[in-house]
């Protein structure tokens, strides 16, 4: 929401509060894409997060209630390796599964509403743990000594990359306040990047600050056909070794390599 004045005519002092001055920061940049390879994404994976191993396959997880899973992909192929279902509630019902990251050669995936998050094996997709957190789960990360989570809010949240103990959280704000809808994340070189909900744009983010310093519009890589099939943009990866940027969609049925350009 844009920060506004009241100006009451007659009034010699308005009995508004004045807003908080918006702290000096440098103009946001805005960005644009070329594809430099397109890979095939199965078009019935609700993407809910995404994660490039340097074992040289993407990793993703996928939402949905009663079809919540978590993946191993080739990417050049887009063919599953493993698959497991997202465990089930105790008593019964199902979970709806959100972003995932990989740390130390555990997966961790988020889920939706339910405030439960899960630990596997990377390597074999064994459950050994599981967590909670008293938010909505959307989307996971890690920089170089903490997890950041996103809620579908306007904040980010770090967490202990021991036991998912809530360390701090930051506001995400742009030139005109709070940014809200944050969803599947990726640290890229010092930044936050996070898909907006319901739109085709990533914000880039300084996570010591919570500053938007970019916005990249993704619009347009899937076709007028493929669109019709297909939900929202959802999903960015990194390749840090080759500086890969990777992103796809919920029920896409490609997966884009992109560079970025101002």
């Known amino acids: 929401a844009a920060l506004g004045l009241a100006v009451m005519s007659g009034c010699s002092k308005s009995t508004e509060p004045e807003p908080e001055p918006i702290p000096d920061r440098e103009p946001i940049k805005y960005y644009t894409y070329s594809v430099v ?34 993946r191993r992909v080739v990417l050049q192929s887009g063919t599953v390796l493993l698959r497991r279902d997202i465990p089930a509630k105790p008593g019964g019902g199902t979970y ?5 990251d990989i740390l130390n050669g555990k997966i961790f995936q988020l889920t939706w509403l339910t405030s439960v998050g899960f630990i596997y ?28 989570m996103s809620t579908g809010s306007a904040y980010l949240y770090f967490r202990d990359t021991s036991n998912l103990a809530l360390l701090d959280s930051v506001l995400v704000t742009d030139s ?21 909900w319901l739109s085709d744009t990533v914000a880039r ?26 939900n929202v943009l959802n999903g960015i990866a990194y390749d840090p070794v080759e500086q890969r940027i ?5 029920d896409w049925p490609k997966l884009f390599e992109i560079q970025v350009t101002e």
């Open 121 to 148: 094996n990377k390597a074999t997709f064994d459950s050994i743990g599981q967590f909670s957190y008293a938010t909505e789960g959307w989307g996971l990360t890690h920089d170089t000594s903490r997890f950041i």
């Open 205 to 230: 983010i300084d996570p010591s600050t919570g500053y938007v310093v970019g916005y990249v519009n993704l619009a347009g890589l899937l076709d007028s056909v493929e669109e019709q099939s297909a």
């Open 96 to 100: 709806f599964g959100e972003g995932i």
């Open 37 to 70: 390879n397109e890979f095939p994404h199965d078009p019935e994976a609700f993407t809910q997060g995404l994660v490039y191993d340097a074992d040289g396959y993407m990793y993703e997880g996928t939402g949905l209630y009663g079809e919540s899973t978590l």
């Open 246 to 250: 990777f992103v796809t969609g919920k």
């Open 176 to 196: 005109t306040g709070p940014v809200n809808l944050l969803n599947e994340l990726e640290y890229i070189d010092g930044e936050v990047w996070a898909n907006i």
